[in-house]
């Protein structure tokens, strides 16, 4: 999924998460699902990164930006720092391990481009219940 999917499936991982000491756990597992469904990805790293900022920067603004958030987040895009090496072209496609990036589950299908309008809509519409819920 595009990395503003993974920050706002971390962020509410993080802020339903039970405990602190889950929260890490919630938003690593947000991304194996995440990745395994049929999606489309930013083909330009760029944009990635620019709108994972903003639905960071989004989050923090409402302030709904507490710890368990700030850990579901962290967590939920740590696994595809082996997609920018890749990306970058300083590891192989055969080289990533991560559950649901190639190896023990399958990166899911390329699906169309209607794809990233689903992810930035559903995106928004968590952002939005966690800045009117508050941390
Ligand atoms: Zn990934």
């Known amino acids: 999924m595009c990395l503003f999917t993974h920050?706002?499936?971390?962020?509410?991982?993080?802020?339903?998460?039970?405990?602190?000491?889950?929260?890490?756990?919630?938003?690593?597992?947000?991304?194996?699902v995440l990745d395994i469904l049929p999606h489309r990805d930013i083909d330009r790293m760029r944009y990635e990164l620019i709108l994972a900022v903003i639905a960071i920067a989004a989050i923090a603004l409402g302030g709904a930006l507490s710890v368990k958030v700030s850990l579901g987040i962290a967590f939920a895009l740590i696994p595809d720092i082996e997609n920018l090496l890749w990306k970058l072209g300083a590891i192989r496609d055969d080289q990533k391990v991560f559950p649901g990036h190639r190896k023990f589950l399958p990166h899911g299908m390329v699906a169309g481009g209607s794809s990233i309008g689903l992810q930035m809509a559903g995106s928004a519409a968590v952002i939005a219940f966690l800045i009117r819920r508050g941390v």
Do not use: D, E, Q
Request: glycine residues 12%; charged residues 0%; hydrophobic residues 60%.
């Open 7 to 32: 920050v706002a499936a971390g962020a509410i991982a993080g802020a339903l998460s039970p405990t602190l000491y889950a929260a890490p756990i919630l938003g690593l597992a947000s991304h194996v």
